[in-house]
């Protein structure tokens, strides 16, 4: 079986997407105690900066590490391709974690993990004015209200009478989630040329060196590597690794929609996640209530392709 047939085996597809959904979940807790073990202060931007830096070096580092052992060639770029490498480093990793490292820290990660699944409503809105093949309709049109209420349901207070919104934080979160949804389908538009492999390492490394160089120059600093604070660091490289790879490799073979209706998973995952290693509520009556509006909206938005590609994703 090829790299092709196991990528759009249906079975395949629904554990690599729930496998990646676990790791960017599993990225909330994992970057709040890091903060804490790298003792980054809440308002200490640059360090946060300089903290996501090493993390996406090392990542890059990793899978294009990877990628030459497994035969490819890392090294046989084109110009084109190096300029078509750095807008997707700049903008899938290093502008998207720019909004995403500060949001996770001005919110709970119960509330990053669903405001984060904004992902799967932009990835639709998108895909309407990008494909010719993947308009709107009714369905995904409410599919998106439905999502979008749950998504408002969680910044209210338990009580549901006060409602809580800070753009430093959840709004830095959603504006993440939208710069993923663009830049993971110019993602897919440069695998059609390039190895995902290395297309990915060399994103995730362009963007580390410029976060990293950010928060250098606005004075961030990371100190205080012990064995704990190194080995979160060592998982969230691992994590962005496999995960943005193997997520890219799906996207390759697969149309968008069939792929993302799995990233109603990533909420779950994270909201529970966030409940065992930062000690948050999970279980409040809004936060059931809104993880169960949003895997309904992206469920409806994406029920349709779903069926419709039924026999074969590709």
Known sequence: ??????????????????????????????????????????????????????RFIIAGIVLLIISQKCGRKIFNVTKDNVKSL???????T?????FFYVGVANTTGVKSSIMNSTVTFFSVILAHFIYT??????????????????????????????FSFSFKGEGFIIIAAFIFSASAIYAKK???????????????????????????????RVYNFTFSSSLILIYLALLSSAAFSLWNQLLKYNKVGPVSVFNFLTPIFGAILSGIFLKENI????????????????????????????????
């Open 86 to 92: 750095f807008y997707l480093g700049s903008s899938q």
């Open 283 to 314: 279980f409040e009556y809004k936060n059931m209530i809104a993880l169960l509006l949003v895997c309904l909206g992206i469920w409806m938005v994406n029920k349709e392709k779903a069926h419709a590609t039924k026999t074969n994703y590709a």
């Open 133 to 162: 093949n993947d308009k709107l309709n009714m369905q995904k049109i409410i599919g998106c209200i439905v999502g979008f209420i749950g998504v408002m349901i969680v910044n209210f207070s338990s009580d549901l009478l006060n």
């Open 190 to 220: 440069l695998t059609r040329t390039m190895d995902v492999m290395v297309v990915t390492g060399y994103s995730l490394f362009i963007g580390g060196i410029i976060l990293n160089l950010l928060g250098s120059l606005l004075g961030g």
């Open 1 to 54: 079986m090829n790299e092709k047939n196991i990528f759009t085996n249906k079975k395949i597809v629904a554990i690599v997407a729930t496998l990646c959904c676990f790791l960017w979940g599993s990225a909330y807790p994992a970057i709040k105690n890091g903060y804490i073990l790298f003792n980054i202060a809440t308002g200490d931007i640059p360090s946060k900066f300089v903290f996501a830096g090493y």
């Open 94 to 98: 290093a502008l998207q974690y720019i």
